[in-house]
């Protein structure tokens, strides 16, 4: 009987004796995926920071975090930041999720409630590693639920299903992104300025709701962003579309621009910040603009301020329109370009007979540097249009 206590005694020090290094090592790597994740964050200028870090290889806690952004004076608490699913990755790490805790706060009357955050398929690149990328933490999933805001005991603002989808560049292939935000609701019947609470009532958009949608991609071997949608709908108004294409948004252009921002974030208050303005011009000037849309589709909010604005003068929604026509061409002689002139008038004057959208659109034959941009508009900037290849349209 003796000899079975023996054995069970040793066999009980024994693990005990295993577990103690075992613990140590886990202790070691969750400190070491940490201070990773919080390096590449410095590379984009954000500081991250924590009271305690806990938990084994697959799975570590981040208590007591907080992000400071540069050129912020205070940290944004995060509380816990949980790292699930955490797996070697040539160095570096893979991580299946990085998830927040919720958040509450209330101040000057205002409440704000933030879901739990959530990013999937995380890489955190290893130290020193060759990819072009492995400065940046790249996710390949973004959830919230709900982002809210409340004045009182009245909701003010809402967004939820907030989320982002990215394929990270491989292969030569450029980077790409989707996202939404599938809903949001506003309250404006909050709104306190009487001028504004009478439009806000006239018009009857006391509650407004809509959604956001936006997509893109990125090539970082050449610089070349396409936003290739970023609209954003309020159901019966109407949606604001947008595109952008830019060239020379490099890795080393992004570099740049935050050693720049940490520059500007280090001045006392009150300093001259001229030559970082000076810098930053110089900055933009790595980059040619390929093209740029600004789309309006409209929803009925259109003959609503018509009407509006009629009521306001003692007049008729159709008078408004044809003074509105009347003025455009008047407007626009500044420019001295007839062709566009021309084109506007013509535009502006289908919409508001029959309101269904207008663009503008900025197409140049060829790709402009910023550089020529913005020596055209200060010395010929009647010639910028041209340069631009602007053009606008209606209903179409």
Same mark, same amino acid.
């Given at each position: 009987?003796?000899?079975?206590?023996?054995?069970?005694?040793?066999?009980?020090?024994?693990?005990?004796?295993?577990?103690?290094?075992?613990?140590?090592?886990?202790?070691?790597?969750?400190?070491?995926?940490?201070?990773?994740?919080?390096?590449?964050?410095?590379?984009?200028?954000?500081?991250?920071?924590?009271?305690?870090?806990?938990?084994?290889?697959?799975?570590?806690?981040?208590?007591?975090?907080?992000?400071?952004?540069?050129?912020?004076?205070? %940290?944004?608490?995060?509380?816990?930041?949980? /790292? $699930?699913? *955490?797996? =070697?990755?040539?160095?570096?790490?893979? &991580? @299946?999720?990085?998830?927040?805790?919720?958040?509450?706060?209330?101040?000057?009357?205002?409440?704000?409630?933030?879901?739990?955050?959530?990013?999937?398929?995380?890489?955190?690149?290893?130290?020193?590693?060759?990819?072009?990328?492995?400065?940046?933490?790249?996710?390949?999933?973004?959830?919230?639920?709900?982002?809210?805001?409340?004045?009182?005991?009245?909701?003010?603002?809402?967004?939820?299903?907030?989320?982002?989808?990215?394929?990270?560049?491989?292969?030569?292939?450029?980077?790409?992104?989707?996202? %939404?935000?599938?809903?949001?609701?506003?309250? /404006? $019947?909050? *709104?306190? =300025?009487?001028?504004?609470?009478?439009? &806000? @009532?006239?018009?009857?958009?006391?509650?407004?709701?809509?959604?956001?949608?936006?997509?893109?991609?990125?090539?970082?071997?050449?610089?070349?962003?396409?936003?290739?949608?970023?609209?954003?709908?309020?159901?019966?108004?109407?949606?604001?579309?947008?595109?952008?294409?830019?060239?020379?948004?490099?890795?080393?252009?992004?570099?740049?621009?935050?050693?720049?921002?940490?520059?500007?974030?280090?001045?006392?208050?009150?300093?001259?910040?001229?030559?970082?303005?000076?810098?930053?011009?110089?900055?933009?000037?790595?980059?040619?603009?390929?093209?740029?849309?600004?789309?309006?589709? =409209?929803?009925?909010?259109?003959?609503?301020?018509?009407?509006?604005?009629?009521?306001?003068?003692?007049?008729?929604?159709?008078?408004?329109?044809?003074?509105?026509?009347?003025?455009?061409?008047?407007?626009?002689?500044?420019?001295?370009?007839?062709?566009?002139?021309?084109?506007?008038?013509?535009?502006?004057?289908?919409?508001?007979?029959?309101?269904?959208?207008?663009?503008?659109?900025?197409?140049?034959?060829?790709?402009?540097?910023?550089?020529?941009?913005?020596?055209?508009?200060?010395?010929?900037?009647?010639?910028?249009?041209?340069?631009?290849?602007?053009?606008?349209?209606?209903?179409?």
């Amino acid at each position: 009987m003796s000899q079975h206590r023996n054995a069970l005694r040793k066999l009980a020090l024994s693990s005990v004796l295993m577990a103690i290094p075992l613990n140590a090592a886990f202790a070691q790597e969750a400190g070491a995926v940490a201070d990773r994740l919080k390096s590449l964050l410095a590379t984009q200028n954000m500081t991250l920071a924590w009271s305690n870090a806990t938990g084994d290889a697959s799975k570590i806690v981040l208590e007591g975090a907080t992000v400071t952004v540069v050129g912020e004076d205070k %940290a944004f608490p995060i509380g816990k930041l949980t /790292l $699930s699913g *955490v797996t =070697d990755d040539n160095g570096g790490y893979k &991580i @299946e999720t990085i998830s927040t805790e919720a958040y509450n706060a209330t101040q000057d009357g205002a409440t704000v409630d933030i879901s739990p955050m959530t990013f999937g398929n995380v890489r955190l690149p290893a130290e020193g590693a060759t990819d072009p990328l492995a400065s940046f933490l790249m996710y390949e999933t973004a959830n919230l639920d709900n982002f809210s805001v409340k004045i009182g005991d009245k909701q003010a603002f809402q967004m939820s299903q907030v989320h982002a989808e990215v394929t990270p560049p491989a292969n030569g292939q450029a980077m790409t992104f989707t996202g %939404a935000a599938e809903k949001f609701t506003a309250d /404006l $019947s909050l *709104v306190e =300025d009487p001028q504004s609470k009478a439009a &806000i @009532e006239a018009l009857g958009y006391q509650n407004l709701s809509g959604n956001v949608k936006f997509g893109g991609s990125w090539q970082p071997s050449d610089g070349r962003m396409t936003i290739s949608q970023y609209n954003i709908a309020v159901d019966n108004a109407g949606a604001l579309g947008m595109t952008f294409d830019l060239g020379g948004y490099t890795l080393d252009f992004l570099k740049s621009v935050q050693e720049l921002q940490k520059t500007m974030a280090a001045q006392p208050e009150g300093a001259d910040s001229s030559a970082q303005g000076l810098a930053m011009l110089g900055l933009m000037q790595q980059l040619t603009f390929h093209g740029a849309t600004v789309r309006f589709d =409209d929803a009925s909010i259109t003959n609503k301020v018509l009407e509006y604005l009629g009521k306001q003068q003692g007049m008729s929604a159709k008078d408004v329109a044809n003074q509105a026509k009347a003025i455009v061409p008047f407007m626009m002689m500044e420019l001295n370009n007839p062709e566009l002139t021309q084109q506007v008038t013509t535009a502006v004057s289908a919409f508001l007979d029959n309101p269904k959208s207008l663009e503008i659109a900025a197409k140049p034959g060829s790709p402009v540097p910023f550089a020529l941009l913005a020596a055209s508009g200060m010395s010929s900037p009647k010639e910028l249009p041209k340069t631009l290849g602007l053009s606008v349209t209606a209903n179409q």
